[in-house]
C-alpha cells in the first residue's frame, strides 16, 4: 500500500478554517485519496475522498494537487467537536483489497 | 439511523480464556470489516468479508483469532486462549459492496486481558 505522511499534531481557534496536508508521494494511478477522523472513544468516521478533482461535501472539502503527491483536507469553520485524529489513506481498489490501512494521522486540536 | 452496532461495550476477561465478540453492521451492507486498535499498534485490518466470498483473512495475528459472519449479516470474532497483548479495542466496519464505497465504523468493543 502506498504511504502517506501526515503531521502528528495541529492546532486550530474555534470558528477558523483548518488545512490538514497529507504527502502521498508514490501514489499511484489508481490510487484514491481517502480522509477518516476519529473522535474520542468512537470509531473512524468517513469525511471524504477523491482521485483527481476538488471535492466538497457537507463536512469538508479536499483539494487534490495537480500531481497527486499530496492533498489537504479542509474544514472550513472549525468546531470543538472537530477535535480528532484525521487519517489519510490511499486506496487502491485494483489489487481487490479492501481494507484501509491506518497511519498515525494528525490530532486536531480546536481552542475555544 | 441504525449504525454498525458492536456488543459487548467492554469485556474483561482472564488470560487463557475465550472471547467472542459480536458485529451487526447495517442493514443491506454485503462488506464487513474488522479491526483493532491497540495502544502501541494503531488501527489495523484483520478479516473482511464480501458476500459469499471466500474471506481475506490476512491480517489474523495468530491462528487463535478467527471470524464468521453467518447469513451474510451478524459477524462474531473469536480469540481462543487469550494472552495480554489480545488486549485491544475491536472495531467492527461494514460498507455497500464493493469498491470505493465509505467504511462505517461501529464504537468498538474494548477488550481488557488481566
Known amino acids: 500500500d502506498a504511504k502517506t505522511t501526515q503531521p502528528n499534531s495541529m492546532e486550530s481557534n474555534e470558528e477558523e478554517p483548518v488545512h490538514l496536508p497529507c504527502n502521498h508521494s508514490?501514489?499511484?494511478?489508481?490510487?484514491?485519496i481517502h480522509w477518516y477522523r476519529q473522535l474520542p472513544s468512537q470509531g473512524p468516521e468517513y469525511v471524504i475522498h477523491g482521485l483527481t478533482s476538488n471535492v466538497n461535501n457537507r463536512m469538508a472539502s479536499l483539494a487534490i494537487a495537480e500531481d497527486r503527491k499530496s492533498s489537504t483536507l479542509i474544514l472550513h469553520r472549525a468546531t470543538l467537536r472537530d477535535a480528532a485524529v484525521y487519517y489519510c489513506?490511499?486506496?487502491?481498489?485494483?489489487?481487490?483489497?479492501?481494507?484501509?490501512?491506518f497511519g498515525k494521522g494528525t490530532k486536531l486540536t480546536v481552542n475555544p | 439511523g441504525a449504525g454498525v452496532s458492536q456488543s459487548p461495550s467492554n469485556k474483561v476477561t482472564e488470560k487463557g480464556k475465550d472471547v467472542e465478540l459480536r458485529c451487526d453492521p447495517i442493514?443491506?451492507?454485503?462488506?464487513l470489516y474488522w479491526y483493532r486498535q491497540s495502544l502501541g499498534q494503531g488501527l489495523e485490518f484483520l478479516i473482511y468479508?464480501?458476500?459469499?466470498?471466500?474471506?481475506?483473512k490476512s491480517g489474523l495475528p495468530s491462528d487463535r483469532f478467527s471470524a464468521e459472519r453467518t447469513g451474510g449479516s451478524v459477524s462474531t470474532l473469536t480469540i481462543q486462549r487469550t494472552q495480554q497483548e489480545d488486549s485491544a479495542v475491536y472495531l467492527c466496519a461494514s460498507s455497500w459492496s464493493k469498491g470505493n464505497q465509505p467504511q462505517h465504523f461501529g464504537d468498538g468493543t474494548r477488550l481488557s486481558i488481566l
Open positions: 508514490t501514489i499511484s494511478g489508481t490510487d484514491y
Open positions: 468479508f464480501q458476500g459469499n466470498s471466500a474471506p481475506d
Open positions: 442493514s443491506g451492507h454485503t462488506a
Open positions: 489513506i490511499l486506496r487502491d481498489l485494483k489489487g481487490g483489497s479492501e481494507k484501509l490501512v
